[in-house]
């Protein structure tokens, strides 16, 4: 099993940015590999200075379509400003499914 790093991590969310949501999300999100809550495997939130914060859970760093389904899911919860799982949220899943994300499902 191959722990993906903080590079490789910051890789596929340029990839992601530019692919399924043509480069919109913001390219200074901070990723960071660190514990998170127990019933979660990422979280996303607004830093204090503004820009977004993807932190993903160590636990499945060892796991490509674990963390990318996981990575996906945090973009679009970036796309809609933190929406939670709500119309807006699954919109923005369907979009990006659509927009060619499905291939990574």
């Not at 932190?55 to 809609?80: D, K, N, Y």
């Amino acid at each position: 099993m191959t722990h993906i790093s903080d590079a490789q991590l910051r890789r596929w969310y340029c990839k992601f940015n530019d692919e399924l949501w043509g480069g919109q999300l913001p390219k200074d999100t901070v990723l960071v590999w660190q514990p998170v809550r127990i019933d979660t495997m990422a979280e996303s939130w607004k830093l204090s200075d503004g820009r977004w914060q993807i932190a993903m859970s160590p636990s499945i760093s060892g796991f490509r379509r674990v963390w990318q389904l996981t990575l996906l899911h945090e973009m679009c919860h970036v796309a809609r400003g933190r929406a939670w799982h709500g119309k807006a949220f699954q919109a923005e899943a369907l979009r990006m499914m659509s927009a060619g994300g499905i291939r990574y499902f």
